[in-house]
């Protein structure tokens, strides 16, 4: 199974972008997903995380207000809303499953499979 963060790219201030992750290899729908990024020089950052099939929705309190998470399952996509960006939201994000825990998660070790990453820079 892989996972592929794709739709980051160079934005400006203000701009909204929208992050998918394609899950090939294996249906998701059981499985809670998480997006976490980390910066050049920073450790990595929870996101967000949804889960499988009730799809409970957590996101980092800092950015409850400009991204959103949602998933399909049928298309066993999970996509992240980026609204309002700010400089500050540079770095490399990336998409994670976790294959055992059911819940919400927001820490790194409680996903299994981890996808490559997708660059997103906010310029001022």
């Known amino acids: 199974m892989q996972l592929q963060a794709s739709g980051g790219g160079l934005v400006q201030a203000g701009d909204s972008l929208r992050l998918s992750c394609a899950i090939s290899g294996r249906a998701i729908d059981h499985w809670t997903i998480g997006w976490f990024r980390q910066a050049p020089g920073k450790e990595r950052e929870f996101v967000a995380t949804?889960?499988?099939?009730?799809?409970?929705?957590g996101i980092a309190e800092s950015l409850q207000s400009r991204f959103t998470v949602s998933r399909d399952n049928a298309k066993n996509t999970v996509s992240l809303q980026m609204n309002s960006l700010v400089p500050e939201d540079t770095a490399v994000y990336y998409c994670?499953?976790?294959?055992?825990?059911?819940?919400?998660?927001?820490?790194?070790?409680?996903?299994?499979?981890w996808g490559q990453g997708t660059q997103v820079t906010v310029s001022s």
């Open positions: 994670a499953a976790s294959t055992y825990y059911s819940g919400a998660a927001s820490v790194a070790r409680l996903y299994d499979i």
């Open positions: 949804i889960t499988g099939n009730s799809g409970v929705k």
